[in-house]
Structure formats: C-alpha cells, structure tokens
C-alpha cells in the first residue's frame, strides 16, 4: 500500500475535525437601551461577548468537539476493519474484508462524529446566546422577543383561549 493511500483516512479525519467550532459571536439580536449611546452598547456587546464566550468554556470546547469527531471516526474504522476481517476470513479472502470494512467504518464513523459535532456546535451556541442575552440585559440593553398570535383559540396553548365568562350563560 503506497503512502498517498494511507494518508488518505487521516485527511478525511482532519477535514471532519474541522467541521467543529466554537461560537464567534452571538446569533441573537440585541438593541442599546434608550438612554445609552452607540459606543457605550458597543462596548456592552464586546464585554457581554468574552462573558459569553468564557461561559461556554472558551476555545477549548471546539477543541473537544474536534476530538470528538476525530475519535468517532477512528472508532469506526477499527470496529468497521475488526467486523470486515471476520467476515472476510469467513469467505477466505480476510484482508479484502479488512480494507473494505475500514473504509466502510470511516465513513459512517465519520458521518457519526460530523452529526454529534452539529448538535455539539448547536448547543453551544444556544448557551453561548443565553449568557450573551442574560449579560447584555443585565447592562440596561434591551433584547426583543418574538410574540405569538393566533387565529384560532383551539390552536392556541392553554391559558390562551377567550377570557372566561364571569356569570352563566341565561338559558
């Protein structure tokens, strides 16, 4: 096996790795209080942006999510060579198996590691924008809230229905 081919899972590995970062900024919008200027809010926002990004856990959380994906592939490669040997052995042709089980396992242990990776990406930034929120809030900012409105009260949830009657109905 020449060594392009046996480079090749590291790379693919090194590329998924890649796909894990951490949040840069939030991904919320917040506006500057009434009484405070644009500077005084800019500097709001760079404060309540390194607060945010230590509540996280900093840079090294994309690292752990980089390992993440790094050792889900690695995994699935061995446990994809270890089952495609025994097959293979079993039809009397084991290193073929072997090959073609490691890359089997490269690739669902790589796709396994990219979608923890995207839920481990997903939930940072959602704690990320909470601590970002909660820190731009507490400054005297202020962060707008999507309303609900509906048509129809037997969509609606409980507690959203027409006010209740004061008196019975005359019948």
């Known amino acids: 096996m020449n060594t392009p081919s046996k480079l090749l899972p590291l790379a693919g ?20 209080g009434s009484h405070k200027s644009f500077d005084e809010f800019q500097a709001d926002g760079a404060a309540c942006q390194q607060y945010a990004q230590s509540s996280v856990g900093g840079p090294g959380a994309g690292q752990a999510a980089a390992d993440s994906v790094a050792s889900s592939a690695v995994a699935g490669t061995l446990l994809g060579a270890a089952a495609g040997a025994a097959i293979g052995a079993a039809s009397g042709n084991a290193g073929h198996g072997a090959a073609i089980g490691a890359g089997t396992g490269l690739l669902v242990g790589s796709a396994a590691g990219s979608n923890a990776a995207g839920y481990s990406y997903y939930s940072v930034q959602r704690r990320y924008d909470n601590a970002y929120v909660q820190c731009m809030y507490a400054k005297g900012n202020q962060v707008p809230v999507r309303g609900r409105y509906y048509r129809d009260y037997r969509d609606a949830p409980p507690g959203y229905g027409p006010p209740p009657r004061a008196y019975p109905p005359a019948g």
């Open 13 to 32: 590995i090194v590329l998924l790795g890649a796909c894990a970062t951490v949040p840069t900024g939030p991904s919320v919008m917040v506006l500057p």
